[in-house]
């Protein structure tokens, strides 16, 4: 490699870098200003909260070989900008948490810690997504990567985590669960069924027209659209189980719970290929 090239690829790779921080920023934006999420980094079981990040480091992963903020080649590439993408959810995180007065010196370590932590799992999606969201997609430069069913089912994935991240620390989504009867829940799972069905179908996913060929009708319904909201219902649980709020709760009320937070799950779900 010319040593033009080489630093030709530095500054992209520097760009790509900024983009990425841009991005942390920007999707943990209103998380970082919920004072919901500033208790849990200081109450959250250190446990749940590990395994959480643990998680969410192995979502990163193939998340950065779909759409990573730099083109890359191999999984090996893979493993370092998620790492990296972490790295930056983290600094960017801990830099506005310290600016907002969110943490200080005088805090105990293990609170400084828990807060950026919690913080740092929606910032390191968004420092993944930087590339799709503020820079160029230069489809023709980019190796073929052919539709699956198991990809697509994978993009609903992280768009159900993002969004059901999103609402589940809020009083008010515990509220609401709350104040409903099994009757709107019913109704709620019925609309965040249909809510899914027409964002995956309306907005086409991409390379999704070899797939419908396969899966046209009610195998199309089930496959995309009941299995995209089996996969939000099961997102919800484990976020609600992450954050406490299943502890000490009858199976009634997670049930109630998971309906309400499989709303905005399935609609992150549905338009998870706005952003991904």
Known sequence: MTETAHATRNGAYAKGLARAFAGAIIFAFPLLMTMEMWWLGFYLDRGRLTLFMVLNLALLIPLSRQVGFEKTRSHAQDV???????GIGIAGSALMLGVFAIITPEMPLGEILGKIA????PASIGALLARAQFGERDDEDEPERPPTYTRELFVMLV?????????APTEEMMLIAFKMTPWHALALVALSILALHAFVYALD?????????????????????IAGYGI????????????GRT?????LQIAMMVSVLGFPAALGAGTARLVV
């Open 80 to 86: 370092i900008d998620a790492f990296t993408a972490y």
């Open 118 to 121: 919690v913080q740092s799992v």
């Open 159 to 167: 768009g159900a985590l993002f969004l059901a991240f999103n609402t």
């Open 205 to 225: 996913f991409r390379g999704e027209e070899k797939l419908a060929e396969a899966q046209s009708g009610w195998r199309g319904i089930i496959a995309f659209s």
């Open 232 to 243: 939000a219902l099961l997102v919800s649980l484990y976020v609600l189980w992450t954050f």
């Open 247 to 251: 502890d000490g709760a009858d199976p």
